[in-house]
Nanobody
Framework: QVQLVESGGGLVQPGGSLRLSCTAS????????MGWYRQAPGKQRELVAH???????NYADSVKGRFTISRDNAKNTVYLQMNSLKPEDTAVYYC??????????WGQGTQVTVSS
């Protein structure tokens, strides 16, 4: 069963930056595409960025040009660099393997709050 530990969230002013980290265990990390998801209050969880096994990346239109996803297979860790943050980026951020997103196995997430 996949186990995920997210960190790096916090309170930041609009225009600021944060770097999220997520360490995965229980899966062969290097063989799994990984994604960052977020869930804002009252909204469905959404996929904001994902990275393939080979390092190809894809982003939701709402974060394109501001967020960068990367991975370190030696550390079983996926990162999300978030720049030019906006209040609408406020959410709990989660990571997961794309193949596991429907499994019900999620970490505790990390809260990101963008506010002045």
């Amino acid at each position: 069963q996949v186990q995920l530990v997210e960190s790096g969230g916090g309170l930041v002013q609009p225009g600021g930056s944060l770097r999220l980290s997520c360490t995965a265990s229980g899966i062969i990390f290097r063989l799994n595409a990984m994604g960052w998801y977020r869930q804002a209050p009252g909204k469905q969880r959404e996929l904001v960025a994902h990275i393939s096994v080979r390092g190809s990346t894809n982003y939701a239109d709402s974060v394109k040009g501001r967020f960068t996803i990367s991975r370190d297979n030696a550390k079983n860790t996926v990162y999300l660099q978030m720049n030019s943050l906006k209040p609408e980026d406020t959410a709990v951020y989660y990571c997961n393997g794309l193949a596991y997103a429907d499994s019900g196995s999620w970490g505790q997430g990390t809260q990101v709050t963008v506010s002045s």
